[in-house]
């Protein structure tokens, strides 16, 4: 029997996975979507309180850190059988692969195993930091940075970590461009940011060692990246539509190149099969 | 060898997987900035044996975990050669914060690198943290410190591997005097084994120390040029915001005598790390062109990296590509 697609999403704690997973769970029940449950997932229950604060128009709550389950939707889109999962529910065994080093067996099953993987980027979680090479001391002094800092590794040099790490359980060889194995890195909370640049041009100009890393690993037409607003905006402004509407109605990707707002969240799947 | 439990307040220290203090103390606990780490709950962990520990640290490694690299391919070793607080770490500062901030290598494209944490740590000395910029430390004089730093390039789709290795200036000058000094070890290795140099002249100590400094790089050149064989060398003048400072007489004479010394195998720029404006030749430019060129130069990696023999080929720990 051929094997189902499996997607991995990943990413930091904070950068909406919960609420994506929760607002797309919203979209197949819609049944509006060519996207439907292949069968019953096994367990819901863990995204269940965040689905009933979206659906009273509340913001979902931070995961819990000590929550390490799985969630995994059997889902089928257009005919495709794919298997969406989220290994690191609250983020934080990520933090943890970054910071301790070290990678649960489970972990290292699922990237075998997987045939895509989403990475989900919040920028405006992403630390500003300026340096000799681009600012003098008087513009630094004047966009006040931390008095005391003590030192932590810069997203960029993170990401391109998480990423060599993954490709280092799965085989990945530097040598070789990846051409099988899918990648998407999607900006979350897309509505915190001014809107002016494309996802595309948000990566290369915000984080672009980050971007060559990638461009030089993955065959063009394997990589791509997109904005994701889960939410849909900032909860007072969504609030009367999710309750007029439903909360799924609001949330909406945008495509590497821009364009229009799309309601439609199991694009980000599309884009990796 | 045994995992070290433990944190060094100070960022350019490498105890926590050398086992040797920074500031030289006899044990890491006699050193006020060393904080030893418990072990209880990582061991508690490994004890339900679900959780691995990855195979490289991100930290800079040393030529007996070279094989990291080794294994997947032979690789280039670029080794800066120079005094005391000549340039040589802050140089390798600047490279990644230019690569960070979109800067680019003219021929090769930035694929990866083993030491990510290394290079962010010895970046983060040139970043504003605490209002103002620290610049590396003195990189460590001990005659078995070695700090090396990889990055993985490619050209088209041909890789890279290229590994920068730092030394102290202490260890260089003892090298130019006696290059069997007991306790220049690692410039013994870094001449030996390196691929292409980086020659750093100082400019602000060539205007402070003028004849005194003239010496001190002319005794590290001549010493440099000794089997030397074909390998390139570029000649960097660190602090170049202060060339101009810097008498004509003297300069003049350090262009001849280089001349003399590397014939036509070496190549000259003018770098610093003060930018008046961005983008500025001698800090967003120079910098990458010295390595370009330097990579464009050098011929074949040396031959005596240590390989390690890989018996398991499925050991996934083993198997880094």
């Given at each position: 029997m051929e094997q189902n697609?499996?997607?991995?999403?990943?990413?930091?704690?904070?950068?909406s996975k919960t609420t994506y997973l929760s607002q797309l769970v919203l979209q197949v029940e819609g049944k509006k979507k060519a996207i439907k449950f292949r069968n019953k997932p096994d367990d819901l229950s863990v995204l269940k309180d965040a689905i009933a604060q979206l659906r009273s128009g509340q913001e979902v709550q931070a995961t819990p850190s000590d929550n390490n389950e799985i969630i995994k939707l059997p889902l089928s889109i257009d005919g495709n059988e794919v298997?969406?999962?989220?290994?690191?529910?609250a983020g934080e065994q990520i933090s943890n692969l970054l910071e301790s080093r070290e990678i649960d067996v489970k972990w290292i099953d699922l990237i075998v195993?997987?045939?895509a993987w989403i990475i989900f980027v919040r920028p405006t979680q992403l630390t500003v930091s300026y340096d000799i090479s681009t600012k003098s001391i008087q513009e630094a002094e004047a966009v006040k940075q931390p008095s005391d800092a003590e030192f932590q590794i810069s997203d960029q040099s993170n990401l391109i970590e998480l990423?060599?790490?993954?490709?280092?359980?799965?085989?990945l060889t530097v040598q070789q461009e990846t051409k099988v194995l899918k990648l998407l890195v999607t900006f979350?909370?897309?509505?915190?940011?001014?809107?002016?640049?494309?996802p595309l041009e948000y990566i290369q100009k915000q984080l672009p060692l980050f971007y060559e890393y990638i461009a030089n690993n993955w065959n063009k037409d394997s990589f791509s990246f997109a904005g994701l607003s889960a939410q849909g905006g900032k909860i007072a402004e969504v609030k009367e539509n999710y309750e007029i509407f439903g909360p799924e109605e609001s949330a909406y990707i945008v495509e590497q190149n821009g364009g229009d707002n799309l309601f439609d969240l199991s694009l980000l799947i599309t884009k990796v099969l | 060898m045994d995992e070290i439990k433990g944190k060094c307040k100070n960022p350019n220290c490498q105890a926590h997987i050398t086992g040797k203090c920074y500031e030289h103390k006899d044990s890491l606990d006699l050193c006020p900035n060393w904080t030893a780490k418990s072990a209880t709950t990582k061991t508690k962990k490994r004890k339900s044996n679900t959780v691995f520990t990855i195979a490289w640290t991100g930290d800079a490694i040393a030529p007996d975990t070279l094989n990291i690299i080794s294994q997947r391919s032979n690789p280039t070793i670029i080794a800066s050669v120079g005094n005391v607080e000549a340039g040589k770490t802050s140089y390798f500062a600047m490279l990644y914060l230019l690569l960070l901030s979109g800067h680019k290598l003219e021929d090769y494209q930035f694929a990866g690198s083993l030491t990510l944490t290394a290079w962010d740590r010895l970046a983060d000395k040139l970043r504003y943290n605490k209002g103002t910029v620290e610049f590396p430390a003195p990189t460590p004089s001990n005659p078995d410190y070695y700090h090396l730093l990889h990055l993985?390039?490619?050209?088209?789709?041909?890789?890279?591997d290229i590994v920068l290795a730092d030394a102290s200036g202490e260890?260089?000058?003892?090298?130019?005097?006696?290059?069997?000094?007991?306790?220049?070890e690692n410039a013994r290795w870094i001449h030996k084994n390196a691929s292409a140099f980086l020659l750093f002249i100082d400019c602000e100590a060539l205007e402070t120390k003028k004849a005194i400094a003239r010496a001190e790089i002319l005794d590290i050149a001549s010493r440099l040029v000794e089997d030397l064989g074909k390998r390139p060398v570029a000649i960097v003048w660190s602090k170049a915001d202060r060339i101009s400072h810097v008498h004509d007489k003297l300069k003049e004479q350090i262009k001849e005598r280089l001349k003399d010394i590397f014939q036509n195998s070496y190549s000259e720029f003018e770098v610093t790390n003060y930018p008046n404006i961005d983008p500025e030749e001698l800090c967003h430019e120079n910098n990458l062109k010295t390595l370009n060129w330097l990579l464009n130069h050098t011929t074949q990696p040396s031959n005596v990296v240590p390989e390690l023999e890989i018996t398991n080929k499925d050991d996934i720990f083993l198997n880094y590509r």
């Open positions: 697609t499996s997607i991995i999403i990943i990413g930091q704690p904070g950068t298997d969406l999962i989220c290994p690191d529910y195993n997987s045939n990423l060599q790490i993954l490709r280092h359980y799965k085989k979350t909370c897309w509505d915190e940011l001014d809107g002016k640049d494309t | 993985a390039l490619k050209k088209g789709s041909k890789l890279h260890v260089f000058k003892l090298w130019a005097d006696n290059k069997d000094d007991e306790n220049a």
